[in-house]
């Protein structure tokens, strides 16, 4: 700090102007003004300045620390991508290659912020940190539109707590995976011996279709066997809607003696069970079964979520949420443990579990911390499964005329979730199942009040729909609005197709469940039935549908992007050939092009989940999720693609980006 120190501070009126001597630079007698020089303090010494600058930078290291380890999602960089195949959108597919833009700049929000061709781009961010592709192909983040809660936990530790019996080939071949998991996992049988019952040998993924019989497993082929038959043992079927137990695990669950002829508990032919439970039957053994630890469950999402992004999924909606779950997420998030975007169903089963909260639409979160989360669905649940011939259908199934399947829940059930403006997604596998439901969704859109646009008019909850109800105008429109989906949609009445889109009903559809049914599914329908089972491109063609939202059913299939895209072009197994003939899909007519697949984990998964204002394509203003991949899959082979049919199954990112920043491979 500098000081001015006055050289004439004993100055009396009249004195001489100053004093040579005092450093004023004025000789004696002078009547010149004086001169007043600037005193400069004592520097600082030299250790407290060091002192301080160490202090600073410390602080500045240590917060940069905290912003990019703790702060979700993490800042992303201001860079420029160029020279790449890049396909904005799936419709850009039909544009000529010279005549598309192959450069994008991401902005530090994480968002896309220009646009162009790469001299452009170049041209005007010649300051920012360029990524050359080298014509690699960039594709919008894929989102996977169907899986479920207990997916991330099956996905996630299959490897270490659950026995992985998918693909088995018979009854013997699950018991001898299930033998070799006790030989890596001593602790189930020590548990055992010790009489405790924590330890359970828990499993995944059988299908009596691919044995001899195809017939329903008895707990008596478990209990068979020395090292089975002592420890409680649970087994899920690959659709999660049948479990297969021994007689110790059914020991302690509660079977109901006389549940008047549920024929969701399968029995033989004196009435005891056998140790297959369908759907809602499940819980009765389920429920016994240690819970697993919320360390568990964050653990085993974080692996899932590491595994989807290996694959080049980006987001994925959950259609099996508890309000816990939620509560999981956000703390994920917030450590910065969910690199992928989650839009989440409230799984409403049964129906009266969700009707008791009640869910009020202040629940409803958009697009928590970034969009990482968006729950503003309500997830219910129909019918069963076809595989377990649980589907509820119209007439008996073909190859088995005692079962017709069953309905969970009634058209009422789906009405009342409604009157809470929630998004309704509904499991819907049988032609009966899907008439239910498109009934009820006809009927509430006639009972519509546009008074009261939350609440449906109250009707006679006794009455069951009719698909001859007349909606108005404005009912349709409301309904449009709400974007139900019907989840699966997989066996339909012909005259129940053009209803989808006239009510506004999005059709999520898993185009790999065609590939894993199409060896029975002929057998079970019949040759009339299956004509309008599995449908895809007729969805966009014929009744002009404008969404089909595109998934796995992760576990139930593999949650690889790839193999769906392969299933819905070319609806063959693996080794190409399928029921229908060597190199010839099954119902080839259903066939959608790459780049309607492309749409179906993209735009339309956007557009289902009410997020197409900042996901699904690439476009200034978006959030700039992005996957890169080393070849042009896109690219139809007639077109001059490289990539075969075959090729689509061997295919890999090369990088993964959410919100600017890359959680797999690199750039």
Avoid at 464 to 486: C, H, K, Q, V, Y
Avoid at 586 to 600: F, P
Wanted: charged residues 25%.
């Amino acid at each position: 700090m500098w000081t001015v120190v006055a050289g004439l501070r004993n100055r009396r009126p009249g004195a001489p102007a100053a004093v040579r001597g005092r450093n004023n630079g004025v000789r004696a007698g002078s009547t010149a003004r004086p001169k007043f020089r600037p005193e400069r303090k004592k520097p600082a010494p030299l250790w407290l300045v060091a002192a301080v600058f160490s202090v600073v930078v410390l602080q500045l290291v240590f917060a940069i620390f905290v912003i990019r380890k703790f702060a979700y999602p993490p800042p992303s960089e201001h860079y420029l991508v160029f020279n790449a195949t890049l396909y904005t959108s799936a419709e850009s597919a039909t544009t000529p290659l010279e005549m598309r833009p192959d450069a994008f700049v991401v902005g530090s929000d994480g968002r896309f912020e220009a646009i162009g061709s790469s001299d452009e781009m170049k041209s005007r961010y010649w300051h920012l940190k360029h990524y050359n592709m080298n014509r690699r192909t960039i594709v919008p983040g894929l989102t996977d539109s169907h899986a479920v809660r207990r997916a991330y936990l099956q996905a996630g530790s299959l490897a270490t707590m659950r026995a992985d019996v998918t693909g088995a080939k018979s009854t013997k071949d699950v018991v001898a995976r299930l033998v070799r998991y006790l030989n890596a996992n001593p602790d189930i049988e020590r548990a055992a011996a010790s009489g405790s019952n924590t330890k359970w040998l828990l499993g995944f993924g059988w299908d009596q279709t691919l044995w001899p019989n195809a017939e329903f497993p008895n707990k008596t082929l478990l209990d068979s066997h020395p090292r089975l038959k002592s420890i409680p043992v649970l087994l899920w079927r690959v659709d999660l809607h049948a479990v297969w137990c021994n007689s110790r695990a059914l020991e302690l669950s509660d079977v109901p003696i006389d549940d008047n002829g549920n024929s969701q508990i399968i029995r033989d032919k004196h009435g005891d069970p056998t140790g297959v439970f369908l759907d809602a039957a499940m819980d009765y053994v389920v429920r016994v079964v240690p819970p697993t630890t919320m360390e568990e469950s964050e653990k085993a999402v974080e692996v899932a979520a590491d595994m989807m992004v290996r694959k080049g999924l980006t987001g994925v909606h959950d259609a099996a949420l508890s309000l816990e779950d939620i509560q999981m997420f956000k703390k994920l998030i917030d450590n910065g443990k969910l690199p992928v975007r989650i839009y989440g169903m409230i799984f409403c089963d049964p129906p009266q579990k969700c009707l008791d909260l009640p869910l009020l639409p202040d629940r409803i979160m958009n697009g928590y911390k970034h969009g990482l989360l968006t729950v503003r669905a309500v997830k219910l649940v129909m019918d069963g499964a076809l595989g377990s011939w649980g589907a509820a259908m119209v007439e008996p199934y073909a190859d088995d005329k005692t079962k017709s399947g069953f309905l969970l829940m009634s058209a009422v059930d789906v009405r009342n979730m409604l009157t809470w403006g929630y998004q309704a997604n509904v499991h819907c596998i049988g032609d009966l199942a899907n008439k239910v439901v498109l009934d009820a969704f006809e009927a509430i859109a006639g009972s519509y009040d546009a008074a009261a646009p939350h609440l449906v008019v109250e009707q006679d909850v006794q009455r069951e729909f009719g698909e001859d109800a007349s909606s108005s105008t404005a009912g349709l429109e409301w309904m449009r609005s709400l974007r139900n989906r019907i989840e699966h949609a997989q066996i339909l009445r012909e005259e129940d197709l053009p209803r989808f889109a006239r009510l506004g009903i999005v059709p999520s559809i898993q185009p790999v469940h065609a590939t894993s049914d199409m060896g029975y599914a002929t057998r079970r329908l019949g040759p009339d039935r299956v004509k309008n089972a599995y449908v895809q491109r007729r969805f966009l063609q014929q009744y002009a549908v404008p969404h089909i939202a595109l998934g796995s059913d992760f576990p139930v299939e593999s949650m690889d992007p790839m193999k769906g895209i392969y299933a819905a072009t070319t609806r063959k197994w693996p080794n190409g050939s399928s029921p229908d003939g060597d190199e010839v899909g099954w119902q080839s007519h259903e066939c959608l092009t790459r780049a309607e697949a492309l749409k179906g984990f993209t735009e339309s998964a956007a557009y289902a989940s009410f997020q197409e204002k900042d996901l699904g394509t690439i476009a200034v203003g978006k959030w700039a999720d992005f996957v890169v991949y080393e070849h042009d899959w896109v690219r139809e082979e007639e077109d001059g693609g490289y990539v075969g049919e075959s090729g689509l199954l061997e295919i890999l990112p090369v990088a993964t980006v959410v919100g600017g920043v890359v959680h797999y491979g690199r750039l």
